[in-house]
């Protein structure tokens, strides 16, 4: 249980450690993943126009993400800011969101944010990642559930 907690707490200080752009955060399936750009050191957000967010550290596989962004005294260009090709949608909430961005492999997600930004302008993020289960795992669990019915009914045969 405390390994569990260091490696949370290492992650949560790698992510704060990162620059504003071009920064890569390790992903964990079914963990608090964040990033920020309020780091000291970083050469600003959106500078140049662009912020270049590498997510890696997965095995290779079918991962699902989500990925929420909120943010102050800047915007976001819809059309060019994109997660692996998907774009986003700003939603009611005034939140930047990537819907069910899925990949194959262990290659990393790239989040690619355009826009511009004021003075003091700043964001953070959080990324929900979850694994995409292969068809022979429904295949196991629907054999599964066929033999336990089997087994009910015929015990109640005997009954």
Request: charged share 15%.
């Amino acid at each position: 249980m405390k390994l569990k907690f260091a490696v949370a707490g290492l992650l949560a200080a790698a992510s704060f450690s990162a620059l504003a752009s071009d920064q890569t955060v390790d992903l964990t399936v079914g963990g608090d993943n964040f990033f920020n750009s309020a780091v000291p050191g970083g050469d600003g957000v959106l500078s140049g126009g662009v912020d270049v967010i590498t997510f890696g550290g997965l095995d290779a596989g079918v991962y699902n993400l989500v990925v929420t962004i909120s943010g102050q005294k800047l915007t976001f260009n819809d059309a060019l800011s994109n997660l692996n090709g998907v774009t986003g949608k700003y939603t009611e909430d005034g939140k930047y969101r990537f819907y069910g961005v899925e990949a194959t492999g262990s290659s990393p997600f790239t989040l690619t944010l355009f826009g511009n930004a004021d003075i003091g302008a700043k964001y953070s993020g959080e990324v929900s990642v979850s694994a995409v289960p292969e068809p022979s795992t429904y295949g196991m669990l629907l054999g599964g559930m066929g033999i336990m019915a089997f087994l009910a009914r015929r015990k109640s045969k005997q009954a």
